[in-house]
Structures are given as C-alpha cells and as structure tokens.
C-alpha cells in the first residue's frame, strides 16, 4: 500500500485496505465499520474502463481468487429466442406438439400460454395491449413463427414508459446499427420487426424505425442465453455482464438461476488490473468456426491471443495430420487469415490452401453431425475412420469424445455395471484427453471440468474394485487407487457445488457428495 495513502473517514495516514474492492483505505478497524454504510453500494472487485478497442470493459480492481463471486446481475428483459417454435411468453415453455386443449390463450392478445397464470402475469400486461392490435393468430406449434422475433425488441421499447431507468440502462448498451445495416439480418429485421410493430400493431407515433433496429442490435449484441429445463431457452439482457469483453479463454463463468439472476465468479485467479473476460462462443470449437460465429453475431473479428496462434495454444484443436511425414501437424500460417492462409506441416514441406482444408473439415462436419445422439458406435467409428486425418484433439473428435464420455455409463446399452474392463479404461482415457483440452480452452473451476471429473471417478472406482476382487491387486493398492478416485470426486463436487442447485450439473454435485461418503466407508472397510 502506497505510504500516501489517507483514512476513508479521518484523512489520516492509512494503515489497512478494504478486502472487497481494493479501492478505499482506513486507519483502523472501527473507521472500516463507520465506514461500510456509505461504502457498501460502492465495494466491488471490479471497475469499468473505457478504450478505443474494447468500449467500455471491466478490470479487477483487487487480486480475485478462483471461485470468488465478481458480480450479480439481475436481467433488464428475457424473452423467447429469436426465431423459436411458439412457446410461453412467461415462463418460455415450449408449447411443441401441444393440442389446442392444453394450451391457454390470452383473451386480449390471443397469443398461446401454457396456463391461465402466465397469461395474466403483470409482465405481459403492457405487450399484451400493443400485441392485440395486430390480430395475430398462432395455429401450429410445430412451425417457426416469425413473430416471436418482435417479442423481445417489443419488451425493451416498451420499458421507455414502464420503467424508464432500466430503459435508460437498455439504451445506452451496443447495438452496432452502423454494421448490422450492411447485413442480412438487418431486412430480416425491417419486415418482421421493424414494419410490424410500426404498421401492424400501431406503434410508428411512438417508436422510430432507427429506434427498432436500435433495440434488434441490443439484443443480438448484448444477450445471454438462459439454459431452461424443456432444453427451449431464453435470452436475457445483463446490463452488467455486457461489460464483459470477450476472450476465447476466459477467466469466467456464470449461472443463471429460475429468478433470471446471474451469478459471475471468477474461474481462475485474476491479478489486480488485469481484464475480466467471457467467452461469447464454444471453447472446444476451432479458431474459424468461433470466429464466423463471433463475425455474425457480434459483429467483430476476434484476434485474441488464441485466435492469433495457429496451435491454439497448444490444444491444435483446429490442425490436420501430415500424410506425407505422418508425424507433423498441418497448421494455418496466418490463422486471422482464414480465407487464404496456408496450411503448412510443422515437420516437412507439406502444404494446403485453405479451401482445400475447409472442404475436408466441412465435408467431416456433415458427416459429425448426422450422427445421432445415443450412437456410441458411430462414435467411435468416426474417429477410428479419421484417425489419420486430423489431429487426435481435433476439435470434432473433441466433441466426438464429449459426448462418449456421458454415453459410456449412461446409454441403456453401456450401462456402467455393464461395462467391460476395456470399455472402463476407455472412458477413463477418453475423460482424460478431454481435460487435456477443456483444461487448456477453459481451465480453472468451470462446468466441463467438474462434469468431466465427475464422469471419470465411476469407471476408476469400478476398476479398482474389480481388479481387487480378482486378486490382482492388495487391499494397499486398492487403497491407493481409490484414494485418487475420492481426490477426483472431492475436486468436482467442488466445482459443482458453484451451478444452480436446480440444473444438472448441481444435481451432479450433490450425487457427487453423497458418492464421496460412500467412498469414504469403502476404504475404511478395506
């Protein structure tokens, strides 16, 4: 602490900091506590900064350990997502395959619910008044309904007399008008939100066609999605967790509970001034596939320290294997460059150009993707059948190796107690390279890991006791062997004990305290 620093309350010489914020000094204990009431609203680890290339950003305004809570958000708006299937606009249930029977229509709006309380929560009050202007019947709950894209633009303009402070909040968040005109979406936009709002549900007096886009940009710019029960979801708008720049490792992760809170907590250590980040894409993708996501969503190129290193910080979860050499990678010269960089072999001559290598990962993510979710032998044979082809973490045998790693265990053919010795050692090594990356791409406290940990504990147990029951091991190393599996298993209930006690991942974290007991008695009886 710098010599010249003064007491909050007195102006004396400061001897203590406060621990929250790293912001505000004191001379004493007793001024710290005189103090609180007025620095309360005030304490946060964080700070808003402002550059040319960033914004508006946040940076730790203290040393932040892994697991410490940076902030909470409470959402602005929520609404369905852009382009769904009809759904409730309340609780944002789908309401696929619902017979007309079931389902509950506003009698002002005639918009389906899926019960009488939602349709009369005060949240629909003031849509619902500009909704029943346009006469809109929805007739089939199994086709997409284009106006399920005004829903959320609607809620924010509306907040400009219902609740202008938020408004205030809303508006003065990104919205890029200035690039999203130049896209497609933006006359997607123009017909089903913009002219309908205004034509259809008599709302051009009050909301100009560049205030419309405007709120469109917000939402496309600015919005998390909210992971529901029924798999639906919603978007939400976190004013605070807007200010969160995006980086393709990040040192964060959120939860979103049913009250539309989010809870943000730092997932590794964050030195003092360092910047907050979240990540805005899928961490196990490759570099071009996060970064077309990020050019049409959010309207930048990302060239993050990530991005901008053909390994992908060692992972290569984007590079081929050379045939010519059979032992060198085959990597993108200029990665930001994805259009017409050269692919180059890390151990011989051998080259690519880039069309060439987007055909194949194209032509391999057709095949990726057609296979369904329960199929573990499609599985395995995709990445048998490319093994020569891309590198072993390639970031679709990362995926391929995801989905195994739940499938073993837990598809009704490949029940755990089922499972062979061999297929037990698989799903532990298949865990075990699938934390090699997420390790990397998303290291610290985060969901993959405590998920991933929590799948590999099982097999291990399983196989200590059975070699031990075989007689191949002694009661020792049996011992040993389950005292890693208990190491494992405390590690995730850890990091699960963060989620949403009512998602899977926490019910995954309570199981996995009730299974570290289990263990424990084990051991004492051997």
Avoid at 94 to 105: G, I, M, T
Avoid at 415 to 428: A, D, G, H, S, Y
Avoid at 491 to 513: H, N, Q, R
Wanted: aromatic content about 8%.
């Amino acid at each position: 602490m710098d010599e010249t620093e003064l007491c909050a309350v007195c102006c004396s010489k400061a001897s203590q900091i406060c621990g929250g914020c790293a912001q505000v000094f004191y001379c004493a204990k007793d001024h710290q506590k005189q103090h609180w009431p007025i620095h309360k609203s005030q304490c946060k680890p964080y700070k808003i900064v402002c550059d040319q290339k960033f914004g508006r950003f946040m940076v730790a305004s203290k040393n932040i350990r892994p697991g410490e809570i940076i902030f909470r958000d409470k959402a602005l708006i929520t609404g369905p997502k852009q382009g769904c299937r009809p759904c409730c606009l309340t609780c944002y249930t789908s309401l696929e395959d619902a017979e007309e029977a079931s389902l509950f229509r506003c009698p002002g709006c005639d918009f389906p619910f899926c019960q009488e309380e939602c349709a009369k929560s005060p949240n629909h009050e003031a849509e619902c008044l500009v909704l029943r202007r346009a006469q809109t019947h929805i007739d089939d709950m199994n086709e997409f309904h284009p106006i399920y894209l005004c829903i959320l633009p609607l809620r924010g303009l509306l907040l400009k007399t219902t609740q202008p402070k938020l408004f205030q909040a809303f508006s003065e968040l990104e919205h890029h008008n200035d690039l999203r005109r130049q896209s497609k979406m933006w006359d997607v936009y123009q017909v089903n939100v913009v002219e309908f709002l205004r034509n259809s549900c008599h709302l051009a007096d009050q909301f100009s066609q560049e205030e419309i886009h405007s709120a469109c940009g917000v939402l496309d710019v600015n919005s998390y999605e909210i992971r529901l029960s029924d798999g639906q979801g919603a978007l939400g708008i976190f004013p605070l967790a807007s200010m969160l720049s995006h980086h393709c490792i990040s040192n964060t992760h959120h939860i979103i509970d049913d009250k539309y809170q989010m809870t943000v907590r730092a997932t590794v250590a964050i030195d003092r001034g360092q910047q907050i980040f979240a990540s805005y894409t899928l961490p196990l993708e490759g570099t071009k596939e996060r970064r077309a996501v990020l050019r049409h969503s959010k309207l930048f190129e990302c060239d993050c320290s990530r991005c901008s290193d053909p390994t992908e910080c060692s992972t290569y979860l984007s590079a081929l294997c050379c045939p010519k050499c059979t032992t060198g990678a085959v990597l993108p010269v200029r990665p930001l460059d994805e259009a017409e960089t050269e692919w180059k072999c890390t151990r011989c001559p051998y080259n690519l150009t880039a069309s060439v290598v987007n055909r194949v990962v194209d032509r391999l993510t057709q095949e990726f993707q057609a296979i369904g979710p329960n199929q573990v032998e499609k599985y395995e044979g995709f990445l048998k059948r490319h093994a020569s082809l891309v590198h072993p973490n390639h970031f679709l045998f990362t995926s391929a190796r995801q989905s195994l790693s739940q499938l073993y265990g837990r598809d009704e053919r490949f029940l755990l107690n089922t499972l062979t010795m061999e297929q037990l050692e698989r799903k532990v090594a298949i865990c075990r390279q699938l934390l090699d990356v997420a390790d990397v791409v998303e290291p610290g406290l985060t969901r993959i890991r405590g998920v991933t940990l929590y799948e590999m504990h099982a097999p291990m147990l399983l196989l200590a006791r059975r070699a031990f029951e075989a007689g191949q091991i002694s009661s020792a190393e049996c011992q040993e062997k389950i005292e890693a599996v208990r190491v494992i298993l405390s590690e995730s209930a850890k990091i699960l004990s963060l989620e949403d006690p009512a998602s899977t991942e926490g019910a995954m974290g309570t199981a996995a305290v009730q299974s570290l007991g289990q263990i424990q008695r084990w051991m004492y009886s051997l």
